[in-house]
């Protein structure tokens, strides 16, 4: 839509005009658009909170037949604004105050059955005095009820909640996880997904966002907590509530435990491996815990299928054994043993460790590839995140970050970038050791000027 400042002639105040344009609606579907259009537009004006803009009437012009609304007009700048006007982190309680001012504001609406589907920074708009109000309540339904007729995804891809991205039925712990997008942008100055269409999609839906702390080091390790779980890829380990995520943020900024660091603990201690009980079979280990065993057992003289079949034949081997002298039974007894040794051996999770990458390029696009002891664990493409413009001139600034498990010990990590625009091909190694149950974060700066790439592990 179009937004105007009008003039409210009876009781002499300014509001804010909105018109919705209705390109892209079919010719016989303007008429359903507008009922829908009323119809949720009237049931956000019903919602009354400082942290909302108020929605003052609703209407159609008479003459073109357009729909609009009237809002509250609210003098201040958006999110948006300020976090890109910003070279880098926002302070950390004037974030804390904000996010939880309209976690506050989503516990409200949610309560009155009220779902936005578009948080993002430009919908939320922050006064000279600080206060942070929603804009856009009752819009994004009907957009979505647009949209879809033309195939299309809705709302701002960056921002979406993973049931938004699947199309499913959202509710507003979809809201939350937009919200826990925007507070990781704003305390780390980087998005926690990034990438094209299709990359950015599947970050979101799959892949976990590089923890807060290790983007930002200044930030309490309770940030950590309080983040992943509003990203949470279910909504049912997410935050339920925004009541709930407002009283974490009110721990983070008094500086006690939150709610989440204690959730996060129970979580970590819920995925301990223990004995079954008596009578009880054991759960199968995943395919990530044996993989890397298996494979260097297959490697050798034996697979580990050749060890199982031979395994699922003792009985028959036992009836045999009976008619060999001692020597050879206690002989075939220990051949059995060590089969069985090996099998289990097998199936043990390899200790793990995890790879935090960190890389800040000026490429208008490119490719990232990592290696680790020659096997390719991580190939993603490399956008830019902002640009700047001179007198002939364009400068780009783009950042990626995500994170790799790999095998604890020593390893060799090969790390390639490429792109076009600027012309660069660079490829680097590095040793080091990774923890057992931690992590160690690769650091990666290209400079497309001296054809260098420079990486630390840390």
């Not at 729909?67 to 974030?95: A, C």
């Not at 979809?174 to 998005?191: E, H, K, N, Q």
């Not at 020597?327 to 059995?336: E, I």
Request: glycine letters at 6%.
């Amino acid at each position: 839509g179009t937004v105007f400042r009008g003039r409210d002639p009876m009781i002499d105040r300014f509001v804010a005009v909105k018109t919705i344009r209705l390109q892209g609606v079919a010719a016989g579907e303007t008429e359903g658009f507008r009922e829908r259009f009323f119809r949720e537009a009237q049931a956000a004006g019903k919602l009354s909170h400082p942290g909302i803009v108020t929605i003052y009437d609703v209407g159609s012009d008479e003459s073109t037949h357009t729909p609009y609304l009237v809002m509250e007009y609210i003098e201040g700048i958006t999110l948006d604004h300020l976090i890109r006007e910003s070279s880098g982190p926002l302070p950390v309680e004037k974030s804390l105050a904000m996010i939880k001012q309209v976690a506050e504001a989503l516990d409200y609406a949610h309560a009155e059955g009220i779902v936005h589907r578009d948080i993002k920074p430009a919908n939320i708009i922050l006064t000279s005095s600080g206060r942070a109000i929603i804009t856009d309540f009752g819009v994004a339904r009907v957009r979505k009820s647009q949209m879809t007729m033309q195939g299309e995804v809705i709302g701002t891809p960056a921002f979406m909640s993973p049931e938004q991205l699947r199309g499913e039925r959202v509710d507003g712990r979809a809201d939350l996880f937009s919200l826990g997008v925007i507070f990781y942008w704003m305390v780390t100055g980087a998005r926690p997904f990034t990438g094209e269409m299709a990359d950015l999609m599947f970050k979101i839906i799959c892949r976990d966002a590089v923890p807060p702390c290790e983007v930002n080091p200044a930030l309490a390790p309770d940030f950590n907590a309080v983040i992943a779980r509003a990203l949470a890829k279910s909504r049912d380990t997410r935050y339920q509530t925004g009541k709930e995520f407002a009283g974490d943020l009110d721990c983070l900024l008094a500086g006690r435990p939150p709610a989440a660091a204690s959730a996060s603990s129970a979580v970590a201690a819920d995925r301990t491996v223990a004995l079954p009980s008596a009578g009880q079979p054991a759960a199968p280990p995943s395919a990530a815990a044996y993989r890397d065993r298996a494979t260097d057992l297959a490697a050798g003289l034996f697979s580990v299928r050749a060890w199982t079949t031979r395994v699922r034949s003792l009985p028959q081997m036992a009836a045999r054994v009976k008619t060999l002298s001692r020597p050879a039974q206690a002989g075939a007894a220990l051949a059995a043993l060590v089969v069985i040794a090996l099998v289990v051996w097998a199936l043990l999770p390899a200790p793990r460790s995890r790879m935090v990458i960190l890389l800040q390029h000026n490429f208008r696009a490119g490719t990232l590839s990592i290696w680790v002891d020659d096997k390719l664990l991580l190939e993603d493409k490399l956008v830019y995140d902002e640009v700047s413009r001179a007198p002939f001139t364009a400068r780009y600034r783009g950042r990626f970050s995500g994170s790799v498990p790999l095998r604890a010990g020593a390893r060799v990590v090969r790390v390639r970038v490429t792109s076009s625009d600027p012309a660069f091909d660079q490829t680097r190694n590095l040793t080091g050791d990774f923890p057992k149950d931690g992590q160690r974060t690769l650091s990666i700066s290209c400079d497309s000027k001296k054809q260098s790439l420079q990486l630390s592990l840390h």
